[in-house]
């Protein structure tokens, strides 16, 4: 079982950048793959990043791809999206996702076994 607790989330002004972060419970995190999704109002939620427990290799959408990072802290338990250049198009829901233990990398969200509560972003024009 895996707890899952974003924080970070708030008001930008487009351009600006925002630090997200996601904690999660258990002595196992190491073993699980990581994942940012987001869900604007009236859409369906998206995949944005995720980063393999395995060797941190990282996978990103499209849309966020040289502007979002992923990064993961073993030791602190810990899952990071640092998002730079924010756009009113990235304003959204952000929650992060686990799946494992040693899950493969997936950008489909059915593969995620434990989600946070999401935090919102919003990023003005």
């Known amino acids: 079982q895996v707890q899952l607790v974003e924080s970070g989330g708030g008001l930008v002004q487009a351009g600006d950048s925002l630090r997200l972060s996601c904690a999660a419970s258990?002595?196992?995190?190491?073993?699980?793959?990581m994942g940012w999704f987001r869900q604007a109002p009236g859409k369906e939620r998206e995949f944005v990043a995720a980063?393999?427990?395995?060797?941190?290799?990282?996978y990103y959408a499209d849309s966020v791809k040289g502007r979002f990072t992923i990064s993961r802290d073993n030791a602190k338990n810990t899952v990071a999206l640092q998002m730079s250049s924010l756009k009113p198009d990235d304003t959204a829901v952000y929650s992060c996702?686990?799946?494992?233990?040693?899950?493969?990398?997936?950008?489909?969200?059915?593969?995620?076994?434990?989600w946070g509560q999401g935090t919102q972003v919003t990023v003005s024009s």
């Open positions: 996702a686990a799946r494992g233990p040693y899950g493969g990398v997936s950008r489909a969200e059915y593969d995620y076994q434990y």
């Open positions: 258990g002595r196992t995190f190491s073993s699980y793959t």
């Open positions: 980063i393999w427990w395995s060797d941190g290799i990282t």
